[in-house]
């Protein structure tokens, strides 16, 4: 089996929490408020390293998602006491961080990037002062948490959770909770299939997870997102048959079960979707299984933006500003709304949560090298008892230009139902 990998993108967990009137801005379950002040300037570091990679790629809109986790970082370093300040001077660059905070938000949700840029010159140098008296080591130290139980953290490695005996790992804040760009892949799968591919036959497969020294990479060494650490795309070569389920641990470490049953005869090819706690980045690692040929491009297809399946109506739109436009632009988070309506027209409020969410939405582009993932805003949906729909609204990123197969999922009566759109993603 040949594995090829592209690494990519997404993390859409979000509660609201924050400062003051903040609460619509969406923040990551994993990263709680600090509760000490080693967690404070943890939390603060790694914002700040994530701005300035948001700026580098001129993505100015999504730092307001990172800054918002520093308000509470920043309550808490300012009632640290530390030698030798006196009070009008922290008073002084306390007003100054929290309007640095305010006004990179303000510039952030206008996509004023030369504004946001300006502020976080002052951010820095307000940081700076801050960090006077404390010790090297509460600056720069480390966290480490459980990925399942986000309270339990602690200040040195060597530790399991409490809750789960599970290891602890560093604490990582993603750049992106919407898209991140590809950055050298730490994870290598092989998969085997049971038997060969017959259109209506159900198969076992299994993976096999190593990292980069070929040490096997366990159920503990991932991240759980949408309730899986190890999700799945299985799609045949032409996007005929789209299948999104996930694999489970098995008992030999490294190996992880699932199992699909192909609608189309062969030239299947499967997207591993992990985030290793190592690095808290989302990849995708692509297998070709049986025939399939990696380079095949997909034949040209016309934009399709309305979409009927199984009696529901699926519709997607881009709003931009008090109108829709038709297509996505390169290189900028741009929201998408999904529609889903019945065969009377009527809105469907009852789309049932599954892996925690109303909706998944998955994006190929063209030539099939680049994946991502989309769920809607709002956060995850722990609840099973709760209902969605009609309109449920994404953010998107796409990296660049091209024809991207959106597939989006949603669940009623116990059913999942997948619509397929054609999206077109215009030059920035
Ligand atoms: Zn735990």
Same mark, same amino acid.
């Given at each position: 089996m040949i594995s090829i990998r592209i690494r990519l993108l997404i993390l859409a967990l979000a509660v609201s929490s924050g400062f003051d009137a903040r609460a619509d801005v969406p923040v990551p379950a994993r990263v709680q408020n600090p509760i000490s002040i080693e967690e404070a300037w943890n939390v603060v570091r790694l914002v700040t390293t994530?701005?300035?990679?948001?700026? !580098?790629?001129?993505? *100015?809109?999504?730092?307001?998602?990172?800054?918002s986790l520093c308000s509470p970082a920043l309550?808490?370093?300012?009632?640290?006491?530390?030698?030798?300040?006196?009070?009008?001077?922290?008073?002084?660059?306390?007003?100054?961080?929290?309007?640095?905070?305010?006004?990179?938000?303000?510039d952030s949700m206008a996509g004023n990037q030369a504004g946001v840029e300006a502020v976080f010159v002052e951010w820095k140098k307000c940081l700076q002062e801050?960090?006077?008296?404390?010790?090297?080591?509460?600056?720069?130290?480390?966290?480490?948490h459980c990925v399942d139980h986000p309270d339990v953290v602690f200040l040195e490695a060597g530790n399991l959770c409490s809750e789960c005996q599970r290891k602890l790992h560093?604490?990582?804040?993603?750049? *992106?909770?919407?898209?991140?760009?590809?950055?050298?892949? *730490?994870?290598?799968?092989?998969?085997?299939? *049971?038997?060969?591919?017959?259109? +209506?036959?159900?198969?076992?497969?299994?993976?096999?997870?190593?990292n980069m020294k070929g040490e096997p990479i366990k159920k503990d060494d991932?991240?759980?997102?949408?309730?899986?650490?190890?999700?799945l795309i299985i799609a045949d070569s032409e996007l005929q048959d789209y299948q999104l389920t996930h694999a489970s641990p098995a008992e030999t470490a490294g190996d992880f079960t699932f199992?699909?049953?192909p609608?189309?005869?062969?030239?299947?090819?499967?997207?591993?979707?992990?985030?290793?706690?190592?690095? +808290?980045?989302?990849?995708?690692?692509?297998?070709?299984?049986?025939?399939?040929?990696?380079?095949?491009?997909?034949?040209?297809?016309?934009?399709?933006?309305?979409?009927?399946?199984?009696?529901?109506?699926?519709?997607?739109?881009?709003?931009?500003?008090? !109108?829709?436009?038709?297509s996505g632009k390169a290189g900028e988070m741009q929201m998408i709304r999904l529609r889903v309506t019945d065969a009377q027209g009527l809105p469907v409020t009852v789309l049932e949560p599954f892996l925690n969410a109303f909706a998944h939405v998955t994006g190929i582009y063209d030539d099939q090298k680049t994946v991502f993932q989309l769920h809607p805003m709002g956060g995850d949906i722990i609840s099973e008892?709760?209902?969605? +729909?009609?309109?449920?609204?994404?953010?998107?990123?796409?990296?660049?230009?091209?024809?991207?197969?959106?597939?989006?999922?949603?669940?009623?009566? +116990?059913?999942?139902?997948?619509?397929?759109?054609?999206? !077109?993603?215009?030059?920035?």
């Open positions: 994530n701005v300035e990679q948001l700026l !580098r790629e001129q993505r *100015s809109t999504e730092v307001v998602d990172q800054m309550r808490l370093i300012v009632r640290t006491p530390t030698p030798n300040l006196d009070q009008t001077q922290r008073d002084d660059q306390t007003m100054r961080a929290a309007r640095s905070i305010n006004l990179m938000a303000r801050l960090g006077v008296g404390f010790d090297a080591k509460v600056l720069n130290g480390e966290v480490f560093p604490r990582r804040i993603p750049y *992106s909770f919407v898209y991140v760009e590809p950055v050298s892949p *730490s994870v290598k799968v092989t998969a085997n299939l *049971s038997k060969e591919i017959v259109p +209506g036959k159900k198969v076992e497969g299994k993976l096999t997870m190593r991932l991240m759980v997102t949408h309730s899986k650490e190890v999700h199992s699909f049953t609608k189309m005869s062969s030239n299947y090819r499967l997207w591993v979707a992990v985030v290793p706690c190592a690095t +808290g980045l989302q990849e995708y690692v692509r297998i070709e299984l049986g025939n399939s040929k990696p380079e095949t491009p997909l034949p040209a297809s016309e934009p399709s933006m309305v979409v009927n399946v199984d009696g529901y109506q699926f519709q997607l739109t881009i709003p931009k500003g008090s !109108r829709s436009v038709s008892q709760l209902r969605g +729909g009609p309109d449920l609204s994404f953010k998107f990123y796409a990296p660049r230009a091209g024809t991207v197969r959106l597939f989006s999922t949603i669940q009623v009566g +116990g059913k999942s139902i997948t619509a397929p759109f054609v999206l !077109r993603v215009d030059p920035k």
